[in-house]
Structures are given as C-alpha cells and as structure tokens.
C-alpha cells in the first residue's frame, strides 16, 4: 500500500484513494463529501464509462426510438431538434437505460444477444475508464492544483480484473497510485441493497460467463423462452446471486491490494477531515483488517 501506516497517511500531502464496493455502501456520498470540502478531486468511472466511452451509444440509442415516432422523426432528419444524454455524478440513467434489461420486449426488455453486446461494451468502457485513473490524477494537480484524489469506481470492478491474482496488471497499477478501500456492507445492509434493488430494480454490469450460466439457470427454472423472459424479474433474481459471487471478490482484493472500512461507518460521515480519520483508524486497529 502506499501508505505504511495513519500517521503516514494523515501526513500525507497527496493523499489518493479509490473507493470499491456494491452500488448503495456509500462511495458516491463520500465522494461527494471529499469533493464538496474543495481539496479534493472526484473521478466517477461511472460518468467517465457514460460520457466518454458510451455516451455515442447513449445518444444513438435515443435516436432510434425517438425515431419510432413521426413527429420526432421528422424533426431529427432535418437538424430541427438535438437530442443528448445528460448524465451527471449523482444521475447515471442515460447509461442504465442503454444497458437495459434482457426478456420480453412487451415489458420493457431488449433481445439477449443485444443486451449481451452492450455488457461487452460496458466491460470495454471500465477497463479504460479504470486504466485511466492515473492519467486524471496527473490532470487533476496539473490543470486544478488538486493534490488530493478519490476514485469513485463502479460495482463492477470485481467483474472486470482477476482478484485472486496479485500479479493482476490493473489492480498492481491502481494500488501503485492510490490506496484501495473496500466499503463492506454488513449482512444486514447486504439484505437493505437487495431489498431497495427489489423495490426499483436497475440494469448492471455482469461477468460474460456468470450472466450466460444464471440466464440459462433462470430459462430453465422458470420454463419460459428467452422472449417472454420478464426483464424486472429476471434482474431481481440475478441480483442476489451476483451479491454472494461479488463478495468475496471485493475481500480478496481488500486483502492482495488494499484495506476495508464499513458501510455503517461510511453514512455517519459528515466531512472529509472524518472520512480521513476513519482511514488512518483502518491502517493502524486490525479490527479493520480484512
């Protein structure tokens, strides 16, 4: 790690995190908090994989069922009307949205193998987006003169390189530049995210091999065709599954490349000198330790 120990980090003029854990532990309320104190710079994957690697996407998306209708059609044919995607930190449903949900067509789903192809781009997307976390912590102290640095990654990132491997080439380059923190959900906020997840089920990003298994698993189970999948329910399913394979995904890379903190301490946080004790108490109490 790059910081030996809390009086190291707290020392520390440059101090450069990323953050990892399932969506809703609290990686963007902290992020925002670094953020908001105004020494910090705040670099979303999320909004970087939903601008700058899929935003065309996005955008072409819109298009096609904008032009489903004659009124709108018309007016996108003759430059009339200008159609983007207005994706911010805190709002990502322009990429959700693209990503979609596999099934019927007549509840909102999209072909399989269509929605296969949007995942292959999503993991395209944040192997970049993650690749160039150095590059936007150089621009961050060069162009803004921010010395202090959080990466905000997705909940995917356990899907995108090998935890179990310490020679992962990603995960050596982000614990080269930042110290890597696994927000751990409690297993009664594990239960909290599936629940919230049931009540608004949203698209995600799934490794190739474990969405073919759980959609085959889910064909098979419920004795329905590929077609006539529903969307909501199917998400709903997968998502408990990929929560248990997720886990120890996120604790072997807590304990190859970085440290743990707690989702239950994460949302009392109230300001970045906060947040910075709370790192330093996880460096030095093996309470912390995974």
Same mark, same amino acid.
């Given at each position: 790690?790059?910081?030996? #120990?809390?009086?190291?980090?707290?020392?520390?003029?440059?101090?450069?995190?990323?953050?990892?854990?399932?969506?809703?532990?609290?990686?963007?309320?902290?992020?925002?908090?670094?953020? @908001?104190?105004?020494?910090?710079?705040?670099?979303?994957?999320?909004?970087?994989?939903?601008?700058?690697?899929?935003?065309?996407?996005?955008?072409?998306?819109? @298009?096609? %069922?904008?032009?489903?209708?004659?009124?709108?059609?018309?007016?996108?044919?003759?430059?009339?009307?200008?159609?983007?995607?207005?994706?911010?930190?805190?709002?990502?449903?322009?990429?959700?949205?693209?990503?979609?949900?596999?099934?019927?067509?007549?509840?909102?789903?999209?072909?399989?193998?269509?929605?296969?192809?949007?995942?292959?781009?999503? !993991?395209?997307?944040?192997?970049?987006?993650?690749?160039?976390?150095?590059?936007?912590?150089? !621009?961050?102290?060069?162009?803004?003169?921010?010395?202090?640095?959080?990466?905000?990654?997705?909940?995917?990132?356990?899907?995108?390189?090998?935890?179990?491997?310490?020679?992962?080439?990603?995960?050596?380059?982000?614990?080269?530049?930042?110290?890597?923190?696994?927000?751990?959900?409690?297993?009664?906020?594990? @239960?909290?995210?599936?629940?919230?997840?049931?009540?608004?089920? @949203?698209?995600?990003?799934?490794?190739?091999?474990?969405?073919? !298994?759980?959609?085959?698993?889910?064909?098979?189970?419920?004795?329905?065709?590929?077609?006539?999948?529903?969307?909501?329910?199917?998400?709903?399913?997968?998502?408990?599954?990929?929560?248990?394979?997720?886990?120890?995904?996120?604790?072997?890379?807590?304990?190859?490349?970085?440290?743990?903190?707690?989702?239950?301490?994460?949302?009392?946080?109230?300001?970045?000198? %906060?947040?910075? #004790?709370?790192?330093?108490?996880?460096?030095?109490?093996?309470?912390?330790?995974?």
């Amino acid at each position: 790690m790059i910081y030996k #120990d809390a009086e190291h980090w707290l020392a520390s003029g440059n101090k450069r995190i990323l953050l990892f854990g399932m969506s809703g532990v609290g990686k963007t309320h902290v992020s925002d908090i670094l953020r @908001k104190s105004g020494q910090w710079f705040h670099y979303s994957v999320d909004y970087r994989i939903g601008t700058r690697y899929m935003g065309e996407y996005i955008v072409d998306n819109f @298009k096609r %069922e904008a032009m489903r209708n004659e009124f709108l059609a018309e007016l996108l044919k003759t430059d009339s009307i200008y159609i983007a995607s207005n994706i911010t930190f805190e709002n990502l449903a322009p990429l959700s949205t693209y990503l979609g949900k596999p099934g019927d067509p007549g509840l909102g789903g999209i072909p399989y193998q269509e929605y296969k192809i949007r995942q292959q781009q999503h !993991r395209h997307a944040e192997i970049a987006s993650l690749k160039e976390t150095k590059h936007f912590v150089d !621009r961050a102290e060069k162009i803004y003169g921010y010395r202090n640095f959080v990466c905000d990654s997705g909940g995917s990132i356990c899907e995108v390189v090998d935890t179990n491997d310490p020679s992962d080439d990603l995960m050596n380059t982000l614990a080269e530049h930042l110290l890597l923190i696994w927000i751990r959900e409690s297993d009664d906020h594990a @239960k909290q995210l599936a629940e919230r997840f049931d009540r608004a089920p @949203k698209p995600m990003y799934y490794h190739p091999s474990f969405l073919d !298994r759980m959609w085959s698993e889910y064909c098979g189970v419920k004795n329905c065709r590929a077609d006539k999948v529903d969307p909501d329910d199917f998400v709903r399913w997968i998502y408990v599954r990929a929560i248990e394979r997720r886990m120890p995904r996120y604790r072997a890379m807590a304990e190859n490349w970085g440290i743990q903190l707690y989702a239950n301490d994460i949302k009392r946080i109230t300001s970045a000198s %906060e947040f910075c #004790d709370l790192v330093a108490a996880s460096l030095d109490d093996r309470e912390y330790r995974v």
